[in-house]
């Protein structure tokens, strides 16, 4: 975030209430950032680290108050890979002052909403509740990052959950296996090498102990940024907020054990058999990190190529040639390097094969030709109005500040990456292209039809 | 700030128009809604509708298909076609500062479709092709599974998206019959939200209406559906399965039946939240499945009420056991008054999330014209959800969900499930096994 401090500094509102809690309880404010046309996001830092961004819209009589952790599956090691997203089960169960089944029993009649996710570089939890239940909502969230309680039972029956969880998304998903594979062959180094559910010997492995360690080392005030966007007074806000969290300890947060991944000089490939009806085609091409200058220019490629039904790759092999049922890319928006993946589902009878090749020279046309006016220009408006579409909600505001003030520092980047967007030209998507889609960094993974052998560990 | 904003109407051509005015975002939302659905596709040919709305869009004003969807790119603007059972609807999304030449798109696309052949021959192959990627998942698997058991003799039974074979069957010369039937301005619904004021809307009606033929079409007279008596198994046979989908139906309720809301409100005690007994149960206490839900759908005629859940194969034959446990004596022993107030404290506060948004609003408003239910329909649901008594909960309970009619589908390997699921649900008066890539589905 770019702080632009107003004039007065602190709102005057806010500093006379804020004058009345004891220093240590007491935020700082940083600055605001404008969010759009009409809106603005607050900055506030309390004295134990706790960054609290504040968005003001009274449109409705709701409000998102959604909670970021800088920890995720990057942050796990071998033979405990999972631990965030088990662990961010685990914060919905007994506290100290909490029976279990409470948390959700006072949000769900108050008319909350809840829910939360874990990925590779953030795990988040977001509470969507009618404006009146705010004192509730930071009294409970205040509470399971205080005094949660891990025990055998709670963690046990958890692991059964999130084992679940993973033969839902994973095991039994065609789409979700392949794109397990992907990532695990694409990456041997990096801890982008593990999915975030984890792999199931490590789910089944946990034990209360783990998961005690990792909420001392990483639930702590310093360590999150707490989202509230809607209807509520910001006063009443800071002070709440001071009150329940103020007296929290921060921790001593470990350095970061990242190994980057080593540059990649020959195309990896897999190949699988699966019970699906048709082959299926998964490719990876090592990609910009969310910071990079290219990532923008990345983003826009990939909306020309596969973004809706004009774009070049669904043209040509959906709607030309129907070879493929669809076609898909999508660029992680990660903090480190990842994956640009493109991926294609072949019709009854076409092989994975034939669509690769119309990729390949799709790819290769856009390194050597630029891109037209026409198609820049459809590939922007697309942007724009997904950007525009996704902040209709306060949960969706609430997850587009949270998510790149989490992965960026900068609350408002949506749109200051829609503003470079604009700026894109012909040459920035070929250097782009030129610069990720080269042969030599893909890892191809293709599916074919049929049944595994049985008794065959994945 | 006014928070209760509600939208305005007026008609247009004697079209009702439903208008939500927020100038939040820079969008304009416009969708126009036609009351006869999927139900009216004649028997075998299945997918009629469906096909037709989305030839529609894709023949607007007989431009070739890439030109609308450059068109549609360039404007930033989005248009999709949706078929349910009771409503067939067009809708889409717009940059404010595009809408005049997103409305003659849309105006095109509903009035002047050219319905071209060879389009509709791309469009078959893409259907068909969509339905054996459908092979895929196994949770619309078993949905449809179960569909067809449950209402065997009404269109509830049948699938919107038709089956390979149904879709083959349809020619084009029945499309274009079809669309001289349904395609009439007395039928239709319109709405649109967010950055537009009344006065504009009414004027856009005027447009998108102009070449719509009038007269009206057919009215859905299927009726009420009917269970068949006793308990029927469907298994979907999938291989390699390590995790099962279970969903079991029974009839429901339609939302102006006198006791729908208090089915609602006993039914969310059931398997609405996430402190429900069937969560609770299924997940919280035994760890056997990430998700267990029930869900009372609505619609014209009286949907099948649904039990979700998705445990391991080793747990399956006991979770289906244990939620048919559940379900027994939710209906036998009823709901606490405890829980009768935990449920409408949640569901009124929660409704404050159905009408956040300007885009909502609208679209509850034009549900509620094509379910044919009052205008405060939506507006008055707090009140309705208010006055639910514990006796009439538990008499709702008693009255629609009878334990010995209903049907549980499955959808794993039936070699190793059948036996197991037999021994397990007591009560089980027919088997039924089903390839999950046989192309009944």
Redesign the interface.
Known sequence: MSPTPSSSGTPNRVTKLLDKLPPELRPRYLGSTPF???LEVKRFLYPNGLEVLCCE??????LAYHTWFRVGSRHERPGKTGLSHLFEHLM?GETKNLR??EY??RL???????NASTWLDFTQYSV?A?AK?LPLVIRLEAERLRNLLLTESQV??????????R??RV??D??GATSELLWATAFEKHSYHWPTIGWMSDILGFTPEDCEAFYRTYYAPNNATVVVVG?FSLPALLKRIGEHYGTLSPAQLPVEDITPELPQSEERRVEVT?????EKLALGYRGPALGDFDHIAASVLAEVLA????SRLV?RL??DL?LA??VRMFLGPFRDPGLIEISA?A??GHRAEALETIINEELLRVQKEPVTV?EL???L??L??GL??G????EGKASTIGFYETVLGRPAAAFERLESMHKMTASDLMRAARRFLRPETRTAIVVRRG??P?GVAP | MNHKTRPQFATVRGVPVVVETCHALPLVNLTLARTTGAVIDPVGQEGLTRLLSRLTRRTAGGRPLQTIEETLDRLGGSMGADVSYSAASMSGTVIARSLVPFVELFADALGKPSLDVTEFERLKRETSAEIIEGQDNDRALAHRALRRAIYPDHPYGRTATGTLQSVARIDHASLVAQDRVVRRRNSLLLGMSGSIELGEAIDVAERLLDAVPEGAAPVDASGDPCVPVGRKLVIVDKPERSQTQILVGLAGTKPDDPDHSALHVAMTVFGGTFSSRLMQAVRVERGWSYGAYASLPIDRFRQAMTIWTFPSKQDAPACARLTLELLERLIAEGITAKELGFAKNSLIRSHAFSIDTAAKRMSLALDAALLGLPVDFYERYEERIASVTLEQANLALQARLDPGRLVIAVVGNARELRERLLESVPGITGVDVVPFDSGEL
Do not use: C, M, W
């Open positions: 759009g046309p009409s819209d009274p449109s409705a009589p709701v919905f279990a089944g959700d029993q769900e009649e108050a008319g909350a909403e809840t969507n009618p239940a046990s029956t958890e692991k059964d959950v999130v084992a679940n969880e033969r839902y095991d039994d065609i789409e209807d699966k019970p699906t009806p048709t973004g809706g039904r004009p043209k959906v709607h129907e049922t669809d589902t019709r009854d026409d220009a459809r590939a408006a697309r724009e109005l525009l579409a902040l209709e909600t306060v049944a595994e049985e």
